[in-house]
């Protein structure tokens, strides 16, 4: 798989419960963020970790990253029907200069 | 709050035309770089500018590509010739160097 790949590819909840989305990747990074994209729209940045740290918190989001396992999680607690969106991971490669590569995304839908 | 904005938010285009697309990055970042989303596709880096010159560049960036910064505050991308497949939505970004990157909303790209 390439660098950057998420699971699911789509999930369905119901306002209130918890999203959680993974990515993988396979080199060794710098950094690790997560955007969120509504439909057609721009990509708006979440949260950034950085290789050195575990676990991330803002608001109802907590990212972790193990950096053994080459994944990353992030966990969107208390879903709200707003926080229907795309959500993608990016990669900040160590030998890539401060270019991000993307992964495919989770396509997630909070219903009312 | 400063944002990174993108003009137009949609463009036509026939095929073999020139288009420029424009950004105006967020004024005290000084990495720049353009990235685009095929429909239904990931995201995928194009080109990466700091210090008015290319720092890095994908194999999608080939030599009908080019990029500018001619004013200071402008950041352009043109298409000498466009293809059918250049249709896809064109970010801009912008960064402090910290590592976290801020998106424009897009443009658009219909080439027909």
């Known amino acids: 798989s390439q660098q950057g790949e998420e699971d699911p590819q789509a999930l369905s909840i119901q306002e209130g419960e918890n999203a959680t989305m993974n990515c993988s990747y396979k080199t060794s990074i710098n950094n690790l963020q997560w955007y969120r994209q509504n439909s057609g729209r721009g990509l708006v940045h979440l949260i950034l970790i950085r290789s050195n740290e575990r676990e991330k918190h803002s608001g109802r989001l907590r990212v972790t990253l193990d950096t053994s396992k080459k994944s990353s999680s992030l966990l969107i607690t208390a879903s709200r029907a707003a926080d229907t969106a795309s959500y993608f991971c990016?990669?900040?490669?160590?030998?890539?200069?401060?270019?991000?590569?993307f992964g495919g995304g989770t396509r997630v839908l909070v219903k009312p | 709050e400063p944002e990174v904005t993108q003009t137009p938010s949609h463009q036509v285009t026939q095929m073999g035309q020139e288009v420029i697309l424009r950004c105006v990055p967020i004024?005290?970042?000084?990495?720049f770089y353009w990235y685009r989303q095929i429909l239904g596709q990931k995201v995928e880096f194009l080109v990466s500018f700091y210090n008015n010159e290319i720092s890095e560049k994908s194999e999608i960036f080939d030599d009908q590509f080019s990029v500018e910064r001619p004013d200071g505050s402008n950041f352009t991308l043109k298409i000498r010739s466009t293809k059918l497949e250049d249709s896809a939505m064109y970010f801009c970004?912008?960064?402090?160097?910290?590592?976290?990157?801020?998106f424009g909303p897009g443009t658009r790209l219909t080439v027909t």
């Open positions: 004024s005290n970042h000084l990495y």
């Open positions: 970004a912008s960064s402090d160097g910290s590592g976290a990157s801020w």
């Open positions: 990016a990669s900040m490669i160590k030998a890539a200069g401060n270019k991000l590569t």
